[in-house]
């Protein structure tokens, strides 16, 4: 087999192992845990349906490729909850080192592009980049809240650090981040979120 | 919350069940089942990465998306083992009603628009289509194949069986038939895959 396909095939096994990487969030229906492969699959098609919501015209496709690989490197520096002041302080070093060695793995060409739209959605300048991690939040959001904000309870987080990362969904969606808004609201009301 | 947006996102709530969905496939590494949504995320990504393998140009978005819908009704219909002819009988009709519970959850045109992209998928015509479906069955002879077969010996099919499925991806990729072709005779030498 030629070397370039033996790469891709060696890059598409190992990505295998995003399965493994669980996250803080459960499934609907009071479900076990998400892992990433699931949570970025989900993201990918809520991007897809709900892009009539992106602040600025997007290129969809970008968006998508953006939410399939945005969590590959945790398949080395492990998922990291968003809610987590210690694990957030080493997460970008941790993260830049899986990047280096995971994406290495494909012919040159690709790996390069591989980065640059991990870099693009890692630095949310983008209207790309923006609306891709107004997914990362609200598609967690949205398992939680339907399961009674079971995920805040267990961590014992408060709206104001939840509202912390939230808020930044405005930025690629004003409509959807009003959304979020409501939704925060009526959990608070119910005491499933603490003020 | 108007009504266009409250659909999309019960459409969005109910897919999260095609995680639980599990296939007869299992992970690398001699690894649990593999679900539906990761199935589905896997094969995106290959696609994207192995698009210069297909036959014809093909608008990679597109076969992007069918393989992140196309297995949707399963959540309903569950998954029929590629090599069980008894369930292949019932699955038309099984995912046809499927299908139209669960699009139906989309506002219209968003509901046509899945529709056509998954009839696209099913009718097997089109250039994407071929090289989705080729991913569709690339995918887990890769998993199967980096676990010595363990899957078909499991359920005791024979070259013959797994050939006849395997074959179709000389549809969408004469290179990436080449490298299954290669990759079967191996196990076959090997005694993983009986004759």
Redesign the interface.
């Known amino acids: 087999?030629e070397k370039r396909?033996q790469k891709?095939?060696d890059?598409?096994?190992e990505?295998?192992?995003e399965?493994?990487i669980f996250r803080q969030t459960h499934?609907?229906?009071h479900?076990r845990n998400?892992?990433d492969?699931?949570h970025?699959?989900?993201m990918?098609?809520?991007a897809?349906?709900?892009k009539e919501?992106a602040n600025e015209e997007v290129d969809?496709?970008k968006v998508?490729?953006m939410c399939?690989?945005h969590d590959i490197v945790e398949i080395d520096a492990g998922d990291t909850y968003a809610y987590d002041p210690e694990g957030l302080k080493s997460q970008k070093e941790r993260e830049e080192k899986a990047k280096k060695r995971i994406f290495s793995l494909?012919p040159d060409d690709?790996k390069k592009e591989l980065i640059a739209l991990f870099d693009e959605f890692e630095n949310y300048e983008t209207a790309e980049s923006k609306f891709a991690h107004a997914m990362d939040n609200f598609q967690p959001l949205?398992?939680n809240s339907?399961n009674d904000g079971g995920d805040w309870k267990e961590h014992d987080v408060s709206s104001d650090t939840v509202y912390g990362r939230q808020k930044k969904t405005a930025l690629g969606s004003k409509?959807l981040y009003e959304?979020t808004d409501?939704i925060l609201q009526e959990h608070i009301a119910k005491g499933h979120l603490k003020k």
Chains 1, 2 share one sequence.
Do not use: T
């Open positions: 087999m396909l891709q095939l890059f598409i096994l990505i295998d192992k399965k493994n499934l609907s229906g479900g998400e892992n492969a699931e970025a699959w989900h990918a098609i809520m897809y349906l709900l919501y969809i496709a998508i490729m399939l690989i494909l690709q949205l398992l339907s409509r959304v409501q």
